[in-house]
């Protein structure tokens, strides 16, 4: 039987790292074999941005957006895709419109996480809109800004309902630091949220299908030293909770790229950001998690595509709502149940399987790629495009150093496997 190929298109902002990365692998890995004994093979493909016609026939079998949630062009081209089409997109563009950050805390307090308390408070300036100024004047009620953050107590934070990369963020430590971000503010929509003090760790996990890599993160450092090599930060209960709770988030919104994030203070887990619809997977800021993420979004969506794998536009929240409201369950056994429910929408056990029969070869082909020189001078092109030429060697010993001690320590773990 001849080769099947399938399109999967790239749908991309200002990164070129990684979609070179993942390109590569795809040429490397060439032909799968799949349980219907056929042979296929993925070809990636830039999406560009123009017309189209709502009865126009992708040629794409998937796609991979890392623009929509910004561009509004494209995103209305994924719904029609996914609506009329079938296409597979790893984020829903319905959720990731509709249900943003704002709506990810509700669903985790509905669900019994633990969520710092959090207030939505108005716009501090009138929207751009004729309609506004009647419908403020009649129905706004005035409120008292310092009496709403007392409430819930400093310090505390301030921050965009549905922002991303921090821009907009601010720590409040007292009433004057709350006017003038509010003041700043402008047309935004905020929340104040409670800090979570004296925590032990700031976790980040970036999710890709039904793969989690849970990662310490160090926010005040500048982006190439924020994700600190670190593989015992963790108490195993506390690791076991991050990981539940990034899959049980991305399976009830639909989401299969993302990134989250908590503060852990001894064994308690606070989720404070768990909607990222363009999760960073940089070369620069992962660095020795980089082959992890290429090697994880090279198996999911091989995987999806391969097997003939559905999006799901549905959700399927009661289910999920059934077990935050079983009283006999206690916390831990509410996680395990969402875990549950997460890995059945994920196909974990089909997914194995699939990759230890079909894919057993990706990671000596990550590997090999790691080692090789069109690795080194990807890595290369990168730091000289980022960084200024007198800084160029210091980030390439930096980041080859980073990468050097992956490619030890899979050594290691080969030797281990053995």
């Known amino acids: 039987m001849a080769d099947v190929e399938h399109t999967i298109g790239l749908l991309l902002g200002t990164e070129d790292d990684w979609p ?3 390109e590569s692998l795809l040429r490397r890995l060439g032909t799968v074999g799949s349980p219907d004994g056929r042979s296929h093979r993925a070809r990636p493909v830039r999406v560009t941005v123009e017309p189209f016609n709502l009865r126009d026939k992708p040629r794409h079998r998937l796609v991979i957006d890392r623009l929509a949630y910004w561009y509004y062009h494209p995103r209305e081209w994924l719904k029609k895709i996914a609506l009329m089409d079938g296409v597979y997109l ?9 249900m943003e950050k704002h709506a990810a805390y509700c669903a985790m307090m509905r669900l019994g996480l633990k969520v710092p308390e959090t207030v ?19 129905y706004n009620r005035p409120f008292d800004l310092e009496a709403t953050a007392a409430s819930i107590g400093y310090p505390l934070y301030m921050k965009p309902y549905d922002g991303g990369a921090w821009v907009g963020v601010s720590k409040i430590r007292n009433a004057d630091e709350l006017h003038a971000a509010y003041d700043a503010s402008g047309e935004r929509l905020m929340h104040l949220q409670a800090s979570v003090e004296d925590y032990d760790v700031f976790a980040r996990s970036l999710t890709i299908g039904p793969e989690t890599m849970v990662m310490r993160f160090r926010p005040d450092q ?3 030293a924020r994700y600190e090599v670190d593989h015992n930060f963790l108490s195993d209960s506390a690791g076991h909770e991050v990981v539940a709770v990034s899959q049980l988030v991305n399976a009830f919104f639909r989401w299969e790229f993302n990134s989250c994030e908590a503060l852990v203070r001894g064994d308690d887990v606070h989720p404070i950001d768990y909607a990222n619809a363009c999760p960073d997977v940089a070369l620069t800021s992962l660095h020795y998690y980089f082959p992890w993420a290429m090697t994880a979004l090279l198996r999911w969506t091989v995987f999806c595509v391969v097997t003939g794998r559905r999006m799901r536009l549905d959700t399927d929240t009661a289910d999920y709502f059934a077990v935050a409201d079983d009283p006999d369950r206690s916390y831990r056994e509410k996680l395990a149940g969402y875990r549950e429910l997460a890995d059945r929408y994920f196909e974990v056990d089909r997914y194995r399987e699939f990759c230890d029969k079909h894919l057993s070869n990706v990671d000596e082909i990550v ?3 790691v080692t090789s020189e069109e690795f080194r001078s990807l890595l290369r092109e990168t730091v000289r495009a980022m960084y200024p030429v007198h800084e160029h060697e210091k980030f390439l010993a930096h980041f080859g150093g980073l990468i050097d001690a992956w490619i030890r320590d899979q050594g290691v773990d080969a030797a281990t496997r053995q």
Request: proline share 11%; charged share 15%; net charge positive.
């Open 120 to 138: 939505l408070v108005p716009f501090k300036n009138p929207l751009d809109n004729s309609r506004w100024a009647y419908t403020a004047t009649r």
């Open 367 to 369: 590997y090999d790629w």
């Open 222 to 224: 500048p982006m190439h």
């Open 90 to 98: 790893l984020n829903s563009p319905f959720t990731f419109q509709s």
């Open 20 to 22: 070179r990365a993942y």
